[in-house]
């Protein structure tokens, strides 16, 4: 899920369990804010989730090189200590 929803105009949007569509104007301050908030309530549910199952949660970023960044989270998480 982005984090952020990108000022691009006008999109229209399906809801995949429903199929019903709907527009939606992403150059809308509050839309953005809206979503960005939903991203927000959605990352704290899931860490929730996953501290309570004793879970890692790890988010990655699609503009980072994640072999990396899961590389430094294997090597810290296995480290003695």
């Known amino acids: 899920m982005d984090m952020?929803?990108?000022?691009i105009g006008l999109i229209e949007a399906?809801?995949?369990e429903t199929g019903s569509?709907?527009?939606i104007d992403t150059n809308d301050y509050l839309v953005?804010?809206?979503y960005q908030q939903s991203f927000f309530n959605q990352t704290e549910l899931c860490?929730?989730?996953f501290q309570k199952a004793g879970c890692d949660l790890l988010h990655?970023?699609?503009d980072e090189d994640y072999v990396k960044i899961l590389q430094r989270f294997f090597v810290g998480r296995h480290r003695p200590g």
Not at 4 to 7: C, F, H, I, W, Y
């Open 21 to 23: 569509h709907q527009w």
């Open 4 to 7: 952020e929803l990108p000022a």
């Open 32 to 34: 953005r804010q809206s």
């Open 14 to 16: 399906e809801d995949s």
């Open 60 to 62: 990655l970023r699609t």
């Open 47 to 49: 860490k929730s989730i």
